[in-house]
C-alpha cells in the first residue's frame, strides 16, 4: 500500500491564512454581538439549520456543523426552554427527536437572517458590478478549493465576461507571451507587440467605440478580446486569447459574438481582424462567422516563418 502525504506547507502560506482570517472576521463582525443580538454566532447557525431543513435531528446537526454532540445538546437545551422549538418522534429512528421552530423561534429567527442578508449587501454595495462578481467568484472559488464536494453536480460551467480592472492587461500580455511561446515557439518579440497594443489601447481608449471583455471561469481569468476603432466605419478585433484550460467550452465563440453585436450595436460597416495561418481554433471561429479571408501574406516574424491573414467581415 502506497503512503500518501500531505504536502508541506510554508510558514509564509500559514501566516497569510491566519492574516485573512483576522481581516475577514473583523469585517463581517463576528467578534461583535452577532447580528445585534445576545446570541452566538454557532447560536444562529444551527437555528439557521433548524428553520431550513425539512426533518432536522440533533445528531445530523451536530455532524454536519463539526459540534460535538454534548455541546449541541446544551444549545438545543436552551432553545426549547425559550419555547423557540419543538420536538417529535422521528418515524425513521425512535431514538430521534425531529426538531421544528415553533413560531417564537421563527419571529427570533426571521429577523436575524434578514440583518444578514443586509449586511452582505452592506459589504458588497461599495463595489462597482465588476468587482462584486469578483468578489463572489473568488468566495466560490475558496469554497470548492477546500471542499470540492460543493461544486455544482452538474450541468455546463459558465465563464463571466467583465470589463478589464487594472492588472488585467499585464495578464493578457503574459498570456500571449507565455502561450504563443509554448504551443507556437514564438519569441518574445510578439509579447513586446501585445504589450505595445494593450498600452494603446488604454491611453487611448475611446469608451463610446471600442470595448474590451475579459473572461473568468472559476474566479480565474481564462480569456480575453478587444474591439479597437480603425476608422468611423471599420472596428478592429483584437487581442483574442484563450487559456488552454478553458478551451472546448465555446468561449472563444462567445467572445467573438460579443465583439460582433458591439460593432454593430455601435453601427461600424464592417469588422476587420489580423491573424496568422496557424492558428487553425481562431480561423475557424472566423470563418463560421462570415468573416472572408482577404488577404495572405508570408513573413518571417517571432522567430518564425509565418503568413499573415487580414480577415474581414460585413456588418
Not at 510558514?11 to 445585534?36: C, H, M, Q, W
Not at 463539526?66 to 436552551?78: E, F, K, M, P, Q
Not at 426538531?99 to 417564537?104: D, F, K, R
Request: charged share 25%; hydrophobic share 40%; proline share 5%.
Amino acid at each position: 500500500m502506497t503512503n500518501i502525504t500531505s504536502a508541506p506547507v510554508p510558514e509564509s502560506a500559514v501566516k497569510a491564512v491566519r492574516r485573512f482570517n483576522r481581516f475577514f472576521t473583523r469585517r463581517i463582525g463576528v467578534l461583535d454581538p452577532y447580528l445585534g443580538s445576545d446570541l452566538s454566532l454557532t447560536d444562529v447557525r444551527v437555528l439557521y439549520e433548524l428553520a431550513h431543513r425539512k426533518t432536522p435531528v440533533a445528531s445530523e446537526l451536530a455532524r454536519d456543523l463539526g459540534l460535538d454532540g454534548g455541546y449541541i445538546s446544551r444549545i438545543l437545551r436552551r432553545f426549547e426552554q425559550a419555547g423557540w422549538i419543538s420536538r417529535s418522534a422521528s418515524e425513521r429512528d425512535a431514538r430521534q427527536s425531529v426538531l421544528a421552530l415553533t413560531s417564537a423561534g421563527r419571529d427570533v429567527f426571521e429577523p436575524l437572517q434578514q440583518r444578514s442578508r443586509q449586511e452582505a449587501a452592506a459589504l458588497l454595495a461599495p463595489l462597482p458590478p465588476a468587482r462584486q462578481q469578483e468578489l463572489v467568484n473568488a468566495m466560490e472559488r475558496i469554497e470548492f478549493l477546500l471542499n470540492p464536494a460543493s461544486a455544482p453536480p452538474s450541468g455546463p460551467r459558465v465563464a463571466v465576461l467583465r470589463d478589464p480592472v487594472p492588472g488585467d492587461m499585464g495578464w493578457v500580455v503574459q498570456q500571449h507571451g507565455e502561450i504563443y511561446w509554448r504551443e507556437y515557439g514564438w519569441d518574445n518579440r510578439f509579447e513586446a507587440l501585445v504589450a505595445d497594443i494593450a498600452a494603446q489601447f488604454v491611453r487611448k481608449f475611446q469608451p463610446a467605440w471600442e470595448r474590451c471583455w475579459v473572461a473568468e471561469l472559476d474566479g480565474e481569468r481564462v480569456g480575453a478580446v478587444f474591439v479597437v476603432r480603425k476608422s468611423t466605419t471599420t472596428a478592429q478585433l483584437r487581442m483574442l486569447i484563450l487559456a488552454p484550460q478553458a478551451r472546448g467550452l465555446g468561449l472563444g465563440a462567445r467572445l467573438t459574438d460579443e465583439c460582433i453585436a458591439f460593432a454593430r450595436a455601435k453601427g461600424y460597416k464592417k469588422m476587420v481582424l489580423w491573424t496568422n495561418s496557424c492558428l487553425t481554433a481562431a480561423r475557424s471561429i472566423y470563418a463560421k462567422r462570415g468573416f472572408v479571408l482577404k488577404k495572405s501574406e508570408p513573413y518571417e516574424g517571432f522567430g518564425q516563418q509565418l503568413v499573415g491573414e487580414t480577415w474581414e467581415l460585413k456588418l
